[in-house]
Each structure stands twice: as C-alpha cells, then as structure tokens.
C-alpha cells in the first residue's frame, strides 16, 4: 500500500483526504438518515392521541420534538393551533424548508468529491505523462526505470481518482432521493395532522375573529 501512495506521486494525497471524506459523509448519512430518527411510524398517532387526552403539555412537547424532525414539525404546527390554517401552512412550509437544509447537509460536500476526485486523477495522468515524456531525450532514449514511475503515477492517480468518484456519485443520488422520501413523509404526516387539529378545533375562534367580533361590540 505504501509503494502504491509513493509511487502515485503527492497527487495521491489530495484523493486520499477526498477517500476519508467520503467514507466519514457516507456513515454520517447512513446513520442520521434513518427514518427513525426523522418521521417515525406511529408519532403522529402518538401526538394526536395526547392531544385527545387533552395531556399534550410543554413536557411532552419538548420530549416528542426532541426526538425526530417530525417532531419537531408538529410540536410547531400545534403552537399555532389559534391560528388560521393557511398562517399555521405558511409556517409548516418554513420550517420543513429548515428541516430540508438539515436533511441535505454534507450531500453539496459529497458532490464536490463527485466532481473532483476524477479531475484530480486526470491532472496527476498529465502531471506522469509529463515526467514521462521529460525523461526522453532528444536522440530518443531513455532511462527504464523514469518512464516507468512516470506511467505508473500516472495509471495509479487515474484509477484512484475513479474509484473514489464512482461510489461518490452512487452514494450522493442515493441521499438525494432518500431526502426527498423523508420529505414526502414529513409533508405527508404534517397535512394529517393539520386535519385532524383543525377538526377538532374548528369550533373555537381564531385569534383574528376574536378580533373582529370585538370591533364589532
């Protein structure tokens, strides 16, 4: 391993920093986007059942919006309970749109390493052929051994920088569209609960029509 690193020459070292990034992203990601950890099955249940047990108080607001995103997004829905139904959508969209940028953290960093890492292998091909072709001289001989370092740092960085992009880009559409799944489930959860909030408190005068009838009299 160590005679592959030397002998691809100090371009190997910036694809090195790109593998070790790619491996820490991957993990980071596997792990956080886990649909538990973001819109767990049965939470909006949960949530509307201590609603119903008329129980759903700060402490248990804090602890279900500490738990997952979905969470988060209903404990901030069920603050603007007074409130009219397209305020409380206006303020879901912005908090999802806050989730969204959590949810895609990294994936830009991801791309980058996508994007970067064959660029960087094709530079150290340039850089070899370079030496390689240096170490001709002009009556056309050359020394073995320098062409062959020169090809070989050229080859190494090449296969290097592909193998680090290939599962880069494998990896980044795969979040991508794990992202846009749990967004569909948080937006899916959220119109649920929304329903269900407004059906029950469909009785009870928003804050603007209490303003109103106060006008009035």
Known sequence: ?????????????????????????????????????VAPKGLQRQVQNLINKNVFHAEHQEEISSTSQLGELLTYCHQYKSESREFVETKAEEKASEINLILERNLSMLSTIASISP????????????????????????NADLLAA?????????????????????????????????????????????????????????????SVSKLRH
Request: aromatic residues 14%; hydrophobic residues 55%.
């Open 1 to 37: 391993m160590n005679n592959i690193l030397i002998s691809g020459g100090w371009f190997i070292w910036p694809l090195l920093v790109c593998s070790i990034l790619l491996i820490s992203i991957v993990i980071e990601r596997l792990w956080f986007l886990q649909r538990r950890l």
């Open 150 to 210: 020169g090809i070989s740092e050229a080859l190494i960085t090449t296969a290097f920088g592909l193998i680090i992009a290939v599962p880069a880009i494998v990896f980044y559409r795969f979040f991508e569209q794990k992202t846009i799944n749990l967004m569909s489930l948080l937006q899916a959860n959220t119109s649920l609960f929304l329903d269900f909030m407004y059906k029950k408190w469909n009785f009870l005068p928003t804050k603007s029509e209490l």
């Open 119 to 142: 660029l960087l292998g094709l530079l150290g091909t340039v850089v070899g052929m370079i030496t390689v072709f240096g170490n001709i001289d002009v009556n056309g001989s050359a």
